[in-house]
């Protein structure tokens, strides 16, 4: 890739902070003090974001101090064009000036209507040719919620099959198909009892200690076997599940082979596939859907984040057959968000006319050359994985004991120091996966390749300080 700028093949830099570097610090300010008082103990982000957000353009926000941040958060990755887009805010601009009804239940609207056929007009034909589209209450769990219930009701089963390492959102029946236990644990009871566990394609901790195209074939050996054997002690389930790449279980791409595999086993068990594009939709991963890179057609697909172009937005679209469900089966007051819908058309709208997906590919690829030759002189960086702009590394630690595959353990530790070593500095990360020990790029899409090497050129700093800190 030669128009890669090396940024951080500079080793010089790498060793030690640039001598004019200029480090935020963060003492506690009284917005911050009055959040923590009196907000949930369950809020997440402000404990390792310790920011109060003003403004916001582009890749940047800015914070109450005057401080600005590049943003490799991007709202859990719903930002695909950045924030306050000219696209999107002219379309609220828009909506207001029509003297629009900002909220219909499900009841149609021209802007509804437009919605729908620019979102049809994103999916492969196979599938938008027999889609039909259920619109949920405004969060991507609402959407899975959704999708439960559609093929409980057109399979007549009740069980799912979910993959260790997924995340499809916090609500009680979403909650049943998450891998990580940490939040279920104190809940007792959940639906678990209807969700069976099965392997995902983790290359590099290979469920199977095999690794490569034999841990694949491995993987889909034993779906084909759990679903076929009569005495599996598993029930055929209303359907399986998955994420194309996992993004809160640690940024882990499933394998095309793979994924196409799942489809073909799924599709003579007679078990509906779904596929959860919450986070890998829109561009995300460089193709317009993740399912795409395996030239799959799923069953369900659930979407929110990028969907709603920065305003809250969820939907299940669905192939025909399965819209068995009778008149209310799923119903939710805020269906009907006119503003989302509008910002929405933009955003899609947007990502296809400016092929936005293969710029995300483009830049993805781009950070990626970075982190590799960053990679040579950090023992820690343990794998470099993603697709597109969801993008992780995997932290490990070089002095612990190597597991089947020759690989260190995952280095918990250094995860959190990485990501406030990243603050200081102005780029604001995610952190996720197993143990908490990938570090998650999720950047607007439109980043422009002089910022992708900003944010490389920063990481390097970051990490080098945060090694040095252990
Ligand atoms: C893959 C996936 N599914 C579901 C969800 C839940 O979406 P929400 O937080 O909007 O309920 C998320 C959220 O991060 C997600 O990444």
């Known amino acids: 890739m030669s128009t890669v700028t090396r940024l951080v093949d500079d080793r010089s830099e790498q060793a030690s902070p640039a001598p004019e570097e200029k480090l935020y610090q963060f003492n506690e300010s009284p917005l911050l003090a009055r959040q923590s008082r009196q907000e949930s103990n369950a809020r997440s982000y402000p404990r390792r974001l310790p920011l109060a957000l003003k403004r916001a353009?582009?890749?940047?926000?800015?914070?109450?101090?005057?401080?600005?941040?590049?943003?490799?958060?991007?709202?859990?990755?719903?930002?695909?064009?950045?924030?306050?887009?000219?696209?999107?805010?002219e379309a609220i601009k828009q909506v207001l000036a029509d003297e629009l009804p900002l909220l219909t239940l499900d009841l149609t609207t021209p802007v509804k209507d437009q919605f729908v056929q620019d979102l049809f007009g994103l999916l492969p034909a196979a599938l938008s040719s027999e889609a039909k589209i259920q619109f949920c209450g405004p969060t991507g769990t609402d959407a899975v919620e959704a999708a439960l219930?559609?093929?409980?009701?057109?399979?007549?089963?009740?069980?799912?099959?979910?993959?260790?390492?997924?995340?499809?959102g916090m609500s009680q029946g979403a909650l049943s198909l998450m891998g990580s236990l940490g939040p279920k644990r104190p809940l007792g009871a959940l639906l678990s009892s209807g969700v069976q566990?099965?392997?995902?394609?983790?290359?590099?901790?290979?469920?199977?200690?095999?690794?490569?195209?034999?841990?694949?074939?491995?993987?889909?050996?034993?779906?084909?076997?759990?679903?076929?054997?009569?005495?599996a002690g598993v029930q055929l389930p209303a359907a399986i599940i998955l994420e194309a790449v996992q993004g809160e279980g640690g940024v882990i791409p499933a394998d095309v082979e793979w994924l196409r595999g799942v489809r073909r086993i799924t599709e003579k068990a007679g078990v509906p596939l779904i596929v959860d594009?919450?986070?890998?939709?829109?561009?995300?991963?460089?193709?317009?859907?993740?399912?795409?890179?395996?030239?799959?057609?799923?069953?369900?697909?659930?979407?929110?984040?990028?969907?709603?172009?920065?305003?809250?937005?969820?939907?299940?679209?669905?192939?025909?057959?399965?819209?068995?469900?009778?008149?209310?089966?799923?119903?939710?007051?805020?269906?009907?968000?006119?503003?989302?819908?509008?910002?929405?058309?933009?955003?899609?709208?947007?990502?296809?006319?400016?092929?936005?997906?293969?710029?995300?590919?483009?830049?993805?690829?781009?950070?990626?050359?970075?982190?590799?030759?960053?990679q040579r002189d950090f023992p820690q960086m343990g794998d470099i994985r993603g697709r597109g702009l969801m993008l992780g590394v995997e932290l490990v630690d070089p002095q612990g004991e190597k597991d089947a595959l020759g690989h260190p353990p995952p280095f918990a530790r250094l995860a959190p120091l990485v990501q406030r070593e990243c603050l200081k500095r102005g780029l604001i990360l995610e952190m996720g996966g197993r143990h908490g020990s990938v570090v998650r790029f999720l950047p607007p899409l439109v980043i422009t390749a002089a910022q992708i090497?900003?944010?490389?050129?920063?990481?390097?700093?970051?990490?080098?300080?945060?090694?040095?800190?252990?």
């Open 197 to 231: 566990f099965l392997p995902y394609p983790y290359d590099y901790r290979c469920p199977f200690g095999l690794g490569g195209e034999a841990g694949v074939k491995a993987n889909l050996h034993y779906l084909e076997s759990l679903l076929n054997d009569p005495e």
């Open 57 to 89: 353009g582009g890749i940047h926000v800015e914070d109450v101090e005057g401080r600005r941040f590049i943003d490799c958060l991007a709202g859990a990755g719903t930002l695909a064009l950045g924030h306050n887009h000219p696209v999107v805010i």
């Open 149 to 168: 219930k559609l093929v409980r009701t057109a399979t007549g089963r009740s069980t799912v099959l979910s993959f260790q390492g997924a995340y499809h």
């Open 453 to 470: 090497d900003e944010v490389a050129q920063i990481f390097s700093r970051a990490f080098a300080a945060a090694v040095a800190s252990l």
């Open 277 to 374: 594009e919450i986070q890998s939709g829109f561009g995300r991963t460089g193709k317009m859907f993740a399912f795409e890179h395996a030239a799959i057609i799923p069953d369900v697909v659930v979407m929110s984040k990028a969907i709603g172009g920065s305003l809250p937005m969820a939907v299940v679209v669905y192939r025909d057959w399965l819209d068995t469900w009778q008149p209310g089966a799923h119903a939710g007051t805020f269906r009907g968000n006119q503003m989302a819908m509008a910002t929405g058309s933009a955003v899609m709208r947007y990502l296809k006319e400016h092929n936005v997906a293969d710029h995300a590919a483009a830049m993805g690829q781009r950070l990626s050359e970075h982190l590799r030759i960053l």
